[in-house]
């Protein structure tokens, strides 16, 4: 991440502010859209393998309601804060809204390094979690989903939890979760496939060519990885990527998956042996590439490292990967952003498929999944072009939001407000 300490909190409420701009909504709707409507935190006391107890911060932000259920993921990470966590929650809601999908926004951390954890003791926190989680927690009331450093394991976990305390079987309780227990076709890749057929969409709308286009992929995890995967598969050319280690480069292209599999062998992209060149991660954000996605964390990118981005195209894989000063900088100079709680929405929205097929406990093949997703997405990408034209606001994220946020003023406006 850059050196830039943009405080995510104060970046969602920024960027709900040069929303409601364009919008008729009165400052006391618009204020209430912008606050979390409950943050549980949690100190959770937990036994390690060797008989001493450790204690994790946790939160739970359940940010607003109004569309349906609290929808959002769970991260582990050193680095979790309140105020990312609150953050996050945020970029659920409009996210939910931007690709009209029937939740709400909510998010979860704990402060951990799964790293230095054993597998049961990582399981022990996570049961801890869903504990706690439980009276909050349900298929109507909040799903929590994966994030950094969680997946099936996890979510499979808290699913087994609460299912166990409550006496029942919910499996809608949670997404994300192994085919085996109640997990969706499609739902690992939904997120690089959301990336993909945004940045398809936006070559598409601009009138470029994806067919030998460049691209430079931040962040080669889940998101990153398999947006590079499906971006190289429409023709494109995927000549750098990076993770935490340093980034890899080649002229003509690397082999996404290829990279991938020297990844998953040595743990990291580094040293992969096609590469012509290896760089810092700051140099890959700079590269004067067709289309860049940022696939790491939030703020990779500030204004001082804006000026020197010469992508034309910005594809946010990652939540807040830009920090509004960047942002500014990019609108200015032309580049094209995409935002986040389009491009990156795919998770959510086969999370939304594999909650449905729970509820029915009736399974769709991965065709039809893809399919709605196409489907989602590409609705989505029209609803917000369509604003970005009619409006004229300054660039591609101020649009999602206009939609978005009407979408939720809509709702809180017909339920009415209570007591
Ligand atoms: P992940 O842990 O699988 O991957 C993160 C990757 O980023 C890793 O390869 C890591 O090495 C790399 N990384 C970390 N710091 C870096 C740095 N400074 N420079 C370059 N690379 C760096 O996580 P993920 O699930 O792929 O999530 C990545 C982002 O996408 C997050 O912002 C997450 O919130 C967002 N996202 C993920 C999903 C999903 O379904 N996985 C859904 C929506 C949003």
């Not at 009209?100 to 996570?126: C, M, N, Q, W």
């Not at 909050?136 to 699913?159: C, F, H, S, Y």
């Not at 739902?187 to 601009?206: H, K, N």
């Not at 660039?395 to 809180?412: G, H, K, L, M, S």
Request: glycine residues 8%.
């Amino acid at each position: 991440m850059s050196g830039d300490e943009a405080n995510p909190f104060e970046s969602l409420q920024e960027q709900i502010d040069d929303a409601a701009a364009y919008l008729d909504v009165g400052d006391d709707v618009i204020d209430r859209l912008k606050n979390p409507e409950r943050v549980l935190e949690l100190n959770l006391s937990v036994d390690m393998d060797d008989g001493s107890i450790e204690r994790f911060r946790a939160f739970r932000s359940q940010f607003n309601g109004d569309r349906g259920p609290y929808k959002g993921g769970i991260r582990y990470h050193p680095g979790v804060t309140r105020d990312e966590v609150k953050a996050l929650s945020g970029w659920m809601v409009y996210k939910c809204a931007t690709v009209d999908i029937p939740y709400g926004g909510g998010k979860g951390g704990i402060v951990i390094d799964p790293s230095d954890h054993s597998a049961s003791e990582l399981e022990r926190v996570t049961r801890s979690f869903a504990e706690e989680l439980r009276p909050l927690i349900g298929e109507d009331r909040d799903i929590p989903a994966p994030d950094v450093n969680t997946g099936q394991r996890e979510m499979n976990w808290i699913k087994d939890t609460y299912e166990t305390l409550e006496g029942t079987t919910e499996p809608g309780v949670v997404t994300g979760k192994s085919l085996e227990a109640g997990g969706s076709e499609g739902r690992v890749e939904a997120t690089g496939r959301s990336v993909m057929l945004t940045a398809r969409e936006a070559f598409d709308y601009l009138g470029t060519d994806m067919e030998g286009a460049s691209v430079a992929v931040q962040g080669y995890g889940n998101a990153g990885h398999i947006a590079a995967y499906l971006i190289e598969d429409l023709g494109a050319d995927i000549v750098a990527v990076s993770d935490s280690s340093g980034a890899v480069y080649a002229e003509d292209g690397l082999d996404a998956r290829d990279v991938k599999a020297h990844k998953n062998e040595t743990g990291s992209v580094s040293g992969y042996p096609d590469a012509d060149e290896e760089f810092s991660n700051e140099d890959l954000l700079t590269l004067d590439v067709d289309l860049l996605v940022p696939a790491a964390l939030e703020n990779a990118i500030d204004a001082d490292l804006a000026r020197d981005v010469e992508a034309d195209v910005i594809v946010e894989a990652a939540n807040g990967p830009l920090t509004p000063d960047a942002d500014d900088v990019l609108t200015e100079s032309d580049v094209h952003v995409f935002p986040d709680i389009l491009a990156n929405a795919g998770g959510v929205t086969v999370s939304y498929f594999e909650w449905v097929q729970n509820r029915q406990r009736f399974y769709w093949s991965e065709e039809k999944v893809n399919e709605e997703l196409e489907r989602h997405i590409v609705s989505a990408f029209d609803d917000l072009t369509e604003c970005y034209e009619a409006l004229d606001v300054p660039n591609f994220r101020t649009a999602a939001y206009v939609v978005a946020i009407q979408r939720v003023v809509d709702a809180f406006m017909d339920n009415g407000n209570w007591p």
